[in-house]
């Protein structure tokens, strides 16, 4: 019996000595230290031994039975590390090979100039004020004296959505909802898109953004509104640019103006940017209508103010030399990077 003992020593460490896997492991465990394993089996029979020869066989069958028991808790072990070698293998990370390089985006040129213009109005005093775009007929034409046949309220240059509620057609709605709350003196900006029913080429677009200025106070005159706007151009086009007002027509303001810049291609000299004239158009201007003050519930006798109204895709095209206005909107990464 001891032979068969040591016989059932050798043969389990040999096996465990060549295991690949658990499974493996557990097979070899059940077969020898199972309860029918091969070495309960001899525990088993150790009744058949002579009195004497029995306290020698137990402790040598318990002594097998912890050193295969060690045997298998280190094989058990190598099979741990073996595995996470394998692991660590296939995970390794080789530090001499370059990196991805990450494509860091860019801020889209209208972002650009739209913060050029509220940093120049903030830093002036004014506040950013937003609205909504979806707006009633009241807030986008009647509050600013635009009468019902106006040509601005036909379908075919508004989106209505029914008879009185629309898509605004200029940010000038926000001006008429701050001058119902707060009282003069009032210095605001509000920037925002604004929908208008146009085919779409390289000069419009049915979506295009804008930002109306408005000023109210006591005694505001001309002279302040070109005070204001004089700087605002001089700012984003060069201290040494060249501005001029023309009368015009805009029903919410009384007088209008448009205000041009000399051309920022030709610097004046006349080319097919400005059509030869010298000049480029960058926005639209004027004292605020009295009629608009009286339907907002202020005096015209004792305050006045002034308003102009620029679109960015505009005032981007003609900084950036751009040509056409889809690019703004292509999400082509080689237009968008030269900014």
Same mark, same amino acid.
């Given at each position: 019996?001891?032979?068969?003992?040591?016989? &059932?020593?050798?043969?389990?460490?040999?096996?465990?000595?060549? #295991?690949?896997?658990?499974?493996? =492991?557990?097979?070899?465990?059940?077969?020898?230290?199972?309860?029918?394993?091969? =070495? $309960?089996?001899?525990?088993?029979?150790?009744?058949?031994?002579?009195?004497?020869?029995?306290?020698? #066989?137990?402790?040598?069958?318990?002594?097998?039975?912890?050193?295969?028991? @060690?045997? !298998?808790?280190?094989?058990?072990?190598?099979?741990?590390?073996?595995?996470?070698?394998?692991?660590?293998?296939?995970?390794?990370?080789?530090?001499?090979?370059?990196?991805?390089?990450? #494509? &860091?985006?860019?801020?889209?040129?209208? $972002?650009?100039?739209?913060?050029?213009?509220?940093?120049?109005?903030?830093?002036?005093?004014?506040?950013?004020?937003?609205?909504?775009?979806?707006?009633?007929?009241?807030?986008?034409?009647?509050?600013?004296?635009?009468?019902?046949?106006?040509?601005?309220?036909?379908?075919?240059?508004?989106?209505? &959505?029914?008879?009185?509620?629309? =898509?605004?057609?200029? %940010?000038?709605?926000?001006?008429?909802?701050?001058?119902?709350?707060?009282?003069?003196?009032?210095?605001?900006?509000?920037?925002?898109?604004?929908?208008?029913?146009?085919?779409?080429?390289?000069?419009?677009?049915?979506?295009?953004?804008?930002?109306? @200025?408005?000023? @109210?106070?006591?005694?505001?005159?001309?002279?302040?509104?070109?005070?204001? =706007? #004089?700087?605002?151009?001089?700012?984003?086009?060069?201290?040494?640019?060249?501005?001029?007002?023309?009368?015009?027509?805009?029903?919410? %303001?009384?007088?209008?103006?448009?205000?041009? !810049?000399?051309? $920022?291609?030709?610097?004046?000299?006349?080319?097919?940017?400005?059509?030869?004239?010298?000049?480029?158009?960058?926005?639209?201007?004027?004292?605020?209508?009295?009629?608009?003050?009286?339907? @907002?519930?202020?005096?015209?006798?004792?305050?006045?103010?002034?308003?102009?109204?620029?679109?960015?895709?505009? &005032?981007?095209?003609?900084?950036?030399?751009?040509?056409?206005?889809?690019?703004?909107?292509?999400?082509?990464?080689?237009? !968008?990077?030269?900014?």
């Amino acid at each position: 019996m001891k032979l068969e003992l040591e016989k &059932i020593k050798e043969d389990a460490k040999s096996l465990l000595m060549n #295991i690949k896997n658990k499974e493996e =492991l557990e097979k070899i465990r059940i077969e020898y230290l199972g309860k029918k394993g091969k =070495l $309960t089996k001899i525990l088993r029979e150790m009744g058949k031994l002579p009195p004497e020869e029995r306290p020698f #066989i137990g402790q040598l069958a318990n002594d097998i039975r912890k050193e295969l028991e @060690v045997s !298998i808790e280190e094989a058990e072990k190598r099979i741990k590390e073996k595995g996470k070698q394998i692991i660590l293998k296939k995970e390794k990370i080789d530090i001499t090979v370059p990196g991805r390089k990450h #494509i &860091i985006g860019k801020k889209h040129p209208l $972002t650009l100039i739209l913060n050029e213009i509220k940093a120049f109005f903030v830093g002036m005093g004014y506040e950013v004020v937003e609205g909504p775009e979806i707006e009633s007929d009241y807030y986008n034409f009647k509050a600013l004296n635009i009468p019902e046949d106006h040509p601005a309220r036909d379908m075919q240059d508004t989106f209505y &959505i029914n008879e009185n509620i629309l =898509l605004r057609t200029q %940010t000038s709605p926000v001006q008429v909802r701050v001058m119902e709350k707060v009282k003069p003196p009032i210095k605001i900006i509000a920037p925002g898109r604004v929908y208008r029913s146009d085919e779409v080429d390289a000069t419009h677009s049915p979506v295009f953004n804008q930002v109306e @200025v408005l000023a @109210v106070d006591e005694s505001l005159s001309l002279g302040d509104l070109k005070g204001v =706007l #004089i700087t605002f151009a001089r700012y984003l086009f060069g201290e040494n640019r060249d501005v001029r007002f023309r009368a015009s027509y805009f029903p919410f %303001t009384e007088p209008s103006a448009e205000l041009d !810049i000399s051309c $920022t291609a030709c610097e004046g000299e006349g080319c097919k940017v400005c059509k030869g004239s010298g000049w480029l158009e960058i926005l639209g201007c004027g004292l605020v209508n009295p009629a608009v003050l009286e339907i @907002v519930g202020y005096d015209p006798k004792k305050v006045s103010g002034f308003a102009a109204g620029m679109g960015v895709e505009r &005032i981007a095209m003609l900084k950036y030399g751009i040509d056409d206005m889809r690019l703004f909107y292509e999400n082509d990464l080689r237009f !968008i990077n030269q900014f």
